[in-house]
């Protein structure tokens, strides 16, 4: 069972525009709801995370958009940036359960110069 | 502070052989877990502890096994490899209670044949 689904699989994006991924999610008790970036070889790391009771959060460039009655949150990357080439995770965890993070599938972002 | 270390970085092991795969971690944090990444997929978490003699199993643990003897380290054993246990190994930790972050290691490179 796929908690949590991502799409797309992968996107091509020019040189200042935006990029966006998107995630749904199945269980209503998860309660954390991160994004980690994964450059190859190397493993994965925190870029921005939020909680279901605000409905964005915005880091520099990257935002998360929240729909809690949709079950579905997002992000933004904008201005996107040849360095941003990597590939993202969605991911959702619940606190009661251990802090066990459920990961969407990746979507691999590709910013042409 | 080295964060979270995983040795070997790379490993070929023939069909029924067995091996440890280490993961330590200087942060004093009590919760960490295995994770394995296949091509192009996202993470499946494998086994998790919540601290020091308390283990428990993820998603896909059938042919691991954990043990947590200490704060710090947390092995990861493969008995009898098999192919379908080709893939990319992640630990990571986290603080827990009320702090979400989970800091990925490097990651092991599994090859079984």
């Known amino acids: 069972q796929q908690q949590v689904k991502q799409s797309p699989q992968s996107l091509i994006v020019q040189k200042g525009g935006i990029s966006i991924i998107n995630c749904a999610y199945e269980?209503?008790?998860?309660?954390?709801f991160p994004w980690y970036q994964q450059f190859p070889g190397k493993g994965p790391a925190l870029l921005i995370a939020?909680?279901?009771?605000?409905s964005e959060k915005k880091e520099g460039r990257f935002t998360i958009s929240f729909n809690k009655s949709a079950k579905q949150f997002s992000l933004h990357i904008m201005d996107s940036q040849p360095g941003d080439s990597a590939t993202y995770f969605c991911?959702?965890?619940?606190?009661?359960?251990?802090?066990?993070?459920?990961f969407g599938g990746g979507t691999r972002v590709l910013v042409k110069p | 502070n080295a964060g979270v270390t995983q040795t070997p970085k790379f490993r070929i092991l023939k069909i029924g052989q067995s091996m440890t795969l280490q993961c330590a971690q200087d942060?004093?944090?009590?919760?960490m877990y295995w994770y394995r990444q296949d091509p192009g997929m996202g993470l499946k978490l494998i086994y998790y502890s919540v601290g020091a003699g308390i283990t428990d199993k993820g998603e896909v643990p059938n042919g691991y096994n954990v043990s947590r003897s200490t704060t710090e380290d947390f092995p990861l054993r493969l008995e009898l490899a098999a192919p379908s246990q080709t893939s990319v190994y992640f630990c990571?930790?986290?603080?827990?209670?009320?702090?979400?972050?989970?800091?990925f290691g490097p990651g092991t490179r599994l090859t079984v044949t």
């Open positions: 939020i909680r279901p009771d605000v």
């Open positions: 269980n209503t008790a998860f309660d954390y």
């Open positions: 991911a959702a965890s619940n606190k009661a359960a251990g802090n066990k993070l459920t």
């Open positions: 942060m004093n944090h009590n919760y």
């Open positions: 990571a930790s986290s603080a827990g209670t009320g702090l979400y972050e989970q800091y």
